[in-house]
Protein backbone atom coordinates (compact mmCIF):
# COMPACT_ATOMS: atom_id res chain seq x y z
CA UNK A 1 0.00 0.00 0.00
CA UNK A 2 1.40 3.66 -0.73
CA UNK A 3 0.60 7.08 1.00
CA UNK A 4 1.38 10.51 -0.54
CA UNK A 5 3.99 11.98 2.08
CA UNK A 6 4.73 15.87 1.97
CA UNK A 7 8.45 16.52 2.27
CA UNK A 8 9.79 20.05 2.86
CA UNK A 9 12.88 21.98 2.44
CA UNK A 10 13.61 25.05 3.67
CA UNK A 11 15.81 27.89 1.56
CA UNK A 12 17.30 30.56 3.65
CA UNK A 13 18.06 33.93 2.00
CA UNK A 14 21.20 34.65 0.49
CA UNK A 15 23.27 36.87 2.22
CA UNK A 16 24.00 39.00 -0.95
CA UNK A 17 20.77 38.86 -2.90
CA UNK A 18 20.91 39.40 -6.48
CA UNK A 19 19.89 43.00 -8.24
CA UNK A 20 17.06 43.75 -9.97
CA UNK A 21 17.40 43.56 -13.46
CA UNK A 22 15.74 45.21 -16.35
CA UNK A 23 13.26 43.56 -18.63
CA UNK A 24 10.14 41.72 -18.20
CA UNK A 25 10.18 38.09 -17.72
CA UNK A 26 5.90 37.87 -16.34
CA UNK A 27 4.45 39.22 -19.35
CA UNK A 28 0.57 39.03 -17.18
CA UNK A 29 -0.95 40.02 -13.96
CA UNK A 30 -4.56 39.58 -12.68
CA UNK A 31 -6.08 41.15 -9.27
CA UNK A 32 -8.94 38.93 -8.19
CA UNK A 33 -11.86 40.03 -8.89
CA UNK A 34 -10.68 41.18 -11.73
CA UNK A 35 -9.36 40.79 -15.82
CA UNK A 36 -6.16 39.71 -17.12
CA UNK A 37 -3.67 42.66 -18.01
CA UNK A 38 -0.31 42.20 -19.99
CA UNK A 39 2.88 43.80 -18.40
CA UNK A 40 4.77 46.45 -19.75
CA UNK A 41 7.85 48.33 -18.65
CA UNK A 42 5.58 51.67 -18.27
CA UNK A 43 3.11 49.67 -16.16
CA UNK A 44 5.89 48.37 -13.55
CA UNK A 45 5.99 51.02 -11.58
CA UNK A 46 2.49 51.69 -11.36
CA UNK A 47 2.04 47.66 -10.36
CA UNK A 48 4.11 48.41 -7.87
CA UNK A 49 2.79 51.43 -6.58
CA UNK A 50 -0.58 50.30 -6.29
CA UNK A 51 1.14 46.79 -4.14
CA UNK A 52 3.22 49.16 -2.15
CA UNK A 53 0.46 51.20 -0.97
CA UNK A 54 -2.40 48.50 -0.19
CA UNK A 55 -4.72 49.65 -2.70
CA UNK A 56 -3.80 45.91 -4.37
CA UNK A 57 -4.13 43.51 -1.70
CA UNK A 58 -3.69 39.93 -4.12
CA UNK A 59 -1.97 39.50 -7.23
CA UNK A 60 -0.59 36.95 -9.57
CA UNK A 61 1.58 37.01 -12.39
CA UNK A 62 1.95 34.51 -15.07
CA UNK A 63 4.07 34.01 -17.82
CA UNK A 64 1.55 32.44 -19.83
CA UNK A 65 -1.55 34.35 -21.74
CA UNK A 66 -3.76 31.82 -20.50
CA UNK A 67 -3.22 31.34 -16.76
CA UNK A 68 -1.83 28.40 -17.09
CA UNK A 69 1.73 27.17 -16.12
CA UNK A 70 3.93 28.32 -13.16
CA UNK A 71 3.07 31.34 -11.35
CA UNK A 72 3.79 33.74 -8.25
CA UNK A 73 0.61 35.11 -5.46
CA UNK A 74 0.23 37.16 -3.15
CA UNK A 75 -2.26 37.44 -0.90
CA UNK A 76 -2.49 40.29 1.65
CA UNK A 77 -3.91 42.22 4.78
CA UNK A 78 -1.38 44.55 4.72
CA UNK A 79 0.27 43.44 7.67
CA UNK A 80 0.97 39.87 6.82
CA UNK A 81 1.86 38.60 3.36
CA UNK A 82 1.58 35.11 1.77
CA UNK A 83 3.58 34.73 -1.47
CA UNK A 84 3.53 31.91 -3.09
CA UNK A 85 5.03 30.53 -6.57
CA UNK A 86 3.36 27.35 -7.96
CA UNK A 87 5.52 25.23 -9.82
CA UNK A 88 4.76 22.63 -12.67
CA UNK A 89 1.05 23.13 -12.80
CA UNK A 90 1.45 23.12 -8.91
CA UNK A 91 3.00 20.03 -7.81
CA UNK A 92 5.89 21.80 -6.24
CA UNK A 93 5.08 25.07 -3.99
CA UNK A 94 7.45 27.91 -2.71
CA UNK A 95 6.08 29.85 -0.34
CA UNK A 96 7.01 32.43 2.50
CA UNK A 97 7.34 31.15 6.13
CA UNK A 98 7.64 31.82 9.42
CA UNK A 99 9.48 30.00 11.51
CA UNK A 100 7.51 30.37 14.49
CA UNK A 101 4.36 29.04 12.81
CA UNK A 102 5.95 26.10 11.13
CA UNK A 103 3.38 22.93 11.79
CA UNK A 104 0.89 25.24 13.53
CA UNK A 105 -2.46 25.28 12.50
CA UNK A 106 -2.97 28.82 13.30
CA UNK A 107 -5.21 30.47 10.34
CA UNK A 108 -4.69 34.78 9.34
CA UNK A 109 -7.64 36.94 8.31
CA UNK A 110 -6.19 37.54 5.16
CA UNK A 111 -9.26 36.72 3.00
CA UNK A 112 -7.93 34.55 -0.37
CA UNK A 113 -8.73 36.15 -3.53
CA UNK A 114 -10.73 32.98 -4.44
CA UNK A 115 -13.04 33.79 -1.86
CA UNK A 116 -12.60 30.35 0.21
CA UNK A 117 -9.34 28.92 0.91
CA UNK A 118 -7.56 29.38 4.52
CA UNK A 119 -4.27 31.27 4.64
CA UNK A 120 -2.41 30.06 7.89
CA UNK A 121 -0.25 31.83 10.04
CA UNK A 122 2.83 29.20 9.00
CA UNK A 123 3.38 30.70 5.02
CA UNK A 124 3.25 33.90 6.10
CA UNK A 125 5.77 37.01 6.70
CA UNK A 126 5.97 40.78 7.83
CA UNK A 127 8.57 41.60 6.04
CA UNK A 128 6.74 43.90 3.72
CA UNK A 129 9.98 44.71 1.72
CA UNK A 130 10.98 41.71 0.94
CA UNK A 131 7.64 40.69 -0.86
CA UNK A 132 7.80 43.91 -2.57
CA UNK A 133 11.32 43.53 -4.01
CA UNK A 134 10.38 39.40 -4.69
CA UNK A 135 7.57 40.50 -6.52
CA UNK A 136 9.35 42.95 -8.29
CA UNK A 137 12.27 40.48 -9.01
CA UNK A 138 10.15 37.89 -10.31
CA UNK A 139 8.45 40.46 -13.12
CA UNK A 140 11.99 41.20 -14.13
CA UNK A 141 12.96 37.75 -14.24
CA UNK A 142 10.39 35.00 -14.19
CA UNK A 143 12.40 33.60 -10.97
CA UNK A 144 12.07 33.44 -7.46
CA UNK A 145 14.26 36.23 -6.23
CA UNK A 146 16.94 34.73 -3.40
CA UNK A 147 16.92 37.63 -0.75
CA UNK A 148 13.81 36.19 0.59
CA UNK A 149 13.48 32.87 2.55
CA UNK A 150 11.48 30.04 1.10
CA UNK A 151 9.98 27.03 1.71
CA UNK A 152 9.78 24.34 -0.97
CA UNK A 153 6.75 21.76 -0.43
CA UNK A 154 5.59 18.73 -2.25
CA UNK A 155 3.89 15.33 -2.08
CA UNK A 156 5.49 11.75 -3.52
CA UNK A 157 3.29 8.65 -3.36
CA UNK A 158 5.66 6.31 -1.30
CA UNK A 159 5.12 2.80 0.08
CA UNK A 160 4.90 1.50 3.26
CA UNK A 161 8.39 0.63 3.35
CA UNK A 162 9.91 4.31 2.56
CA UNK A 163 10.25 3.36 -0.72
CA UNK A 164 9.21 6.20 -4.20
CA UNK A 165 5.90 4.25 -5.07
CA UNK A 166 6.35 4.18 -9.42
Known amino acids: MSKWVEHRVFVPASQTPDPIPEGIAAKYYVCWPGSFHEITPDNVKRIMKNLRSGEW ?21 GTLY ?14 TYDPEY ?7 DIIH ?16 EAVMTAIEYFIHTGKLWNGIPWMKRW ?12
Not at 102 to 108: G, H, I, P, Q
Open 82 to 95: DLSYGENMGEIWWS
Open 57 to 77: MDIYLYHEADEEGDYLDLETD
Open 102 to 108: LDSDVET
Open 155 to 166: QELESEKGERAE
Open 113 to 128: SDGQSIIYRETTTTDK
